[in-house]
């Protein structure tokens, strides 16, 4: 892992060491300039080596007989690192996805505590015991599924990967991090600080590739489970592939989330909760709240106060401690963001702030910056209102009735979070229930934690992570049904 100027190749990271440098060598912009600050080698070898890693470890001593609780142990060590590295950890975050110093090393620090929830779920995850009849008791346990890939988005390879790899690990999984090939530095990381933590060799391990390696993990013989983070589009098609195998698959995959207000909701709450909503890490959220749907009557008093909240948001080199966001990950992300701004204001759509590449100098001419962009006098068949865009840009719709609104807010192919703000009791209760989202925020939006299972509807993915359902997810049910009494004889008479 790099740590000066002269150490500037990563490799994957196969058995608790890193693999040789070879194949092709791909360059890591610094999203805040454009310019490469370190390269990654992609390698087709690394998906075999990996395999068989996690497969003989997975299967070999110490790990194979390891009780809960020991495994308990390993993770609560290894949360502890987390937290002690959240500064370096962080910051090689932020070189992949433009996120400020001061937010990825609190995201760091928040990660750990993923690892000590499943510690602590270790303690009360018993066998169930069940009576057969009289003579017969059946015992329910769960167990691993084997070799996990977990695959990883940029804008949170360590903190979302922790998602797929605390609950693998506490049910006793060999897990492999395929982080994208331009944000592989805080996974091998991880992988580094799960070594030094007691997990053995080859329990956790890390491919640097392309789709070509996610493919080929993903259908490789000895891998029981993916667990993807990315878009729908790659979902499917990667899906299908690891379905044909009868491998389980769970991903959350894209989202478009709607976020309400409706006129007896408390407008100045619902415009600060709907500024980090939608701009938190420049946007680059699954669950970016970039449809914010407003009751008529209260419509222009909100755009009035959102425009000067939105104002407020300062940009700024991930470094800076006065900055609230930076940069778009990559080039790539920058013209399809700044691609669907051009396309809406040429379809009639009114920018009421940013749509600007902003001048902070020229030492950051190079970098992808997109400003906290507004648009209004959009429809919802316009493409920036249906397809998600995954960076600061939101848009403002009316609505007149709560019907409205539902229908609005269920009218795109997404179903991932939403929100909405009402006082009013019994709406509450009604739009939480109509809403088709996997997680419905009311009174406040992003409001994520561990102990409640996050995953989407419709298209926003299959399965659920986080909290203890995400431990069933990992494991797989065995039924040993045991007969105490003397065997029956059907065929006696």
Not at 365 to 377: K, L, Q, R
Not at 382 to 391: K, N, V
Request: proline share 4%; charged share 20%.
């Amino acid at each position: 892992m790099p740590t000066s100027s002269n150490q500037d190749i990563f490799t994957s990271y196969v058995g608790g060491a890193s693999v040789a440098p070879g194949g092709r060598e791909m360059p890591l912009h610094d999203p805040s300039t454009g310019a490469v600050w370190a390269r990654a080698c992609v390698s087709d070898d690394a998906v075999e080596q990996a395999v068989a890693s996690a497969d003989k470890a997975f299967r070999s001593e110490p790990w194979a007989s390891m009780t809960g609780y020991e495994r308990a142990v390993l993770l609560r060590r290894l949360g502890a690192l987390i937290v002690a590295n959240a500064d370096r950890l962080g910051r090689l975050e932020s070189l992949a996805n433009g996120k400020s110093h001061a937010a990825t090393a609190a995201e760091m620090k928040a990660t750990s505590t993923w690892y000590d929830y499943y510690a602590s779920a270790l303690d009360t995850h018993d066998d169930i015991f069940r009576t057969v009849s009289r003579s017969a008791e059946a015992r329910i346990v769960r167990e691993p599924l084997g070799v996990v890939v977990a695959i990883t988005p940029f804008n949170g390879a360590l903190s979302l990967g922790s998602w797929k790899l605390a609950p693998a690990l506490a049910m006793g999984n060999a897990v492999i991090l395929k982080p994208p090939a331009e944000a592989p530095g805080s996974s091998i990381a991880l992988a580094e600080l799960a070594i030094e933590a007691g997990f053995p060799a080859g329990i956790v391990n890390v491919v640097i590739g392309d789709a070509k390696a996610s493919e080929a993990l993903a259908t490789h013989p000895d891998v029981a489970m993916v667990s993807f983070t990315g878009s729908t589009a790659t979902a499917k098609v990667l899906g299908a592939k690891v379905a044909a195998g009868m491998k389980r698959f769970v991903c959350e995959a894209g989202g478009k989330s709607a976020h309400i207000v409706f006129a007896d909701g408390d407008i100045d709450g619902a415009v600060i909760a709907a500024t980090q909503g939608a701009f938190s890490g420049s946007g680059q959220t699954c669950v970016a709240g970039s449809r914010i749907l407003v009751q008529a009557e209260i419509y222009d008093t909100f755009v009035e106060r959102y425009k000067a909240s939105v104002a407020r948001i300062r940009l700024g080199h991930p470094s800076s401690a006065k900055a609230h966001i930076g940069p778009v990950a990559n080039k790539r992300q920058y013209d399809r963001i700044n691609g669907f701004v051009a396309e809406a204001v040429e379809a009639g759509a009114k920018l009421i702030s940013g749509g600007q590449k902003p001048d902070l100098g020229a030492e950051f001419a190079g970098g992808y910056w997109v400003e906290p962009t507004v648009v209004t006098g959009v429809s919802s068949d316009m493409r920036i209102c249906r397809e998600e865009i995954f960076g600061p840009v939101v848009t403002i719709q009316a609505f007149k009735t709560e019907e409205e609104a539902i229908t609005m807010a269920n009218g795109v192919e997404y179903g991932l979070a939403a929100g909405f703000w009402s006082r009013d009791v019994g709406r509450v209760r009604r739009v939480s229930r109509q809403l088709q989202a996997g997680t419905v925020w009311v009174n406040t939006y992003r409001a994520i934690n561990l102990r409640v299972p996050f995953g989407g509807y419709k298209q926003s993915g299959i399965g659920r992570e986080n909290g203890v359902e995400a431990m069933d997810e990992f494991s797989q049910i065995k039924a040993i049904v045991v007969e105490y009494g003397q065997a029956a004889d059907p065929f006696a008479n």
